[in-house]
């Protein structure tokens, strides 16, 4: 069996206290197998979180509209009326976001009912309340595309990492044949 040396210091997928002089090609095969294994997970767990993010997205902007819906006045103290059905309606969406992320739905409902639109039992609010509710979802908003940019670029280092472990596998599987070759020459 042909015994390959590698070098440690341009590989990140061997741990520093490997024994690289120990490694067969068969062994970095199980070794490059296991680490795209993890990296397939990795990448199908940010796929998914994706999802999730565009679902709750997809939420804040229904509860946006429906807030915008709201005419904005310059007399702060002007009062807008919320039917219970409108009101429904950004509970419901509420819901939605909890079904994907339950923290960031408890954290919007208890500011939505702390001196913005879901505060009041008697739905009727004042234009400080309607535009506080608008700034408030705007920055969860930009907060959780700001989220979403970081994982992608997460998501295009994995994927590196990824294309990587299959060129170093392309690479041994064409040495190791090479080394067949010279041993079947040598034989004749």
Same mark, same amino acid.
């Given at each position: 069996?042909? /015994?390959?040396?590698?070098?440690?210091v341009?590989?990140?997928y061997?741990a520093?206290?490997?024994?690289?002089? $120990?490694l067969?090609?068969?062994?970095?095969?199980? @070794?490059? $197998?296991?680490?795209l294994?993890q990296?397939?997970? !990795?990448i199908?767990t940010?796929?998914?979180?994706?999802?999730?993010?565009q679902?709750?997205?997809?939420?804040?902007?229904e #509860?946006?509209? #429906?807030?915008t819906?709201f /005419? *904005?006045?310059?007399?702060?103290?002007e009062?807008?009326?919320?039917?219970?059905?409108?009101?429904? /309606?950004?509970?419901?969406?509420?819901?939605?976001?909890?079904?994907q992320d339950?923290? +960031?739905?408890?954290e #919007?409902?208890? /500011?939505?009912?702390? $001196?913005?639109?879901? =505060?009041?039992?008697?739905?009727? @609010?004042?234009?400080?309340?309607?535009?506080?509710?608008?700034? @408030?979802? !705007?920055?969860?908003?930009k907060?959780?595309?700001?989220q979403?940019?970081?994982?992608?670029?997460g +998501?295009? *280092?994995?994927m *590196?990492?990824?294309?990587t472990?299959?060129?170093? &596998?392309? =690479?041994?599987?064409?040495?190791?044949g090479?080394?067949? !070759?010279?041993? &079947?020459?040598?034989i004749?």
């Amino acid at each position: 069996m042909t /015994q390959v040396t590698f070098n440690a210091v341009s590989s990140p997928y061997l741990a520093a206290n490997t024994n690289v002089n $120990g490694l067969t090609p068969e062994s970095l095969m199980i @070794y490059l $197998g296991s680490r795209l294994n993890q990296l397939d997970e !990795k990448i199908q767990t940010v796929f998914a979180k994706q999802e999730r993010n565009q679902k709750v997205q997809a939420a804040l902007n229904e #509860i946006m509209t #429906i807030v915008t819906e709201f /005419q *904005s006045s310059e007399d702060l103290s002007e009062e807008f009326v919320m039917t219970e059905e409108t009101k429904a /309606q950004i509970e419901a969406n509420i819901e939605q976001i909890r079904a994907q992320d339950p923290q +960031l739905a408890a954290e #919007i409902d208890e /500011q939505l009912r702390h $001196g913005q639109v879901l =505060n009041s039992n008697n739905c009727r @609010y004042n234009t400080r309340q309607i535009n506080a509710t608008k700034e @408030y979802l !705007k920055g969860v908003t930009k907060d959780l595309e700001s989220q979403t940019q970081l994982e992608m670029i997460g +998501l295009q *280092s994995d994927m *590196s990492a990824r294309q990587t472990a299959i060129q170093l &596998a392309t =690479n041994l599987i064409a040495a190791m044949g090479e080394s067949l !070759k010279s041993v &079947a020459s040598n034989i004749r």
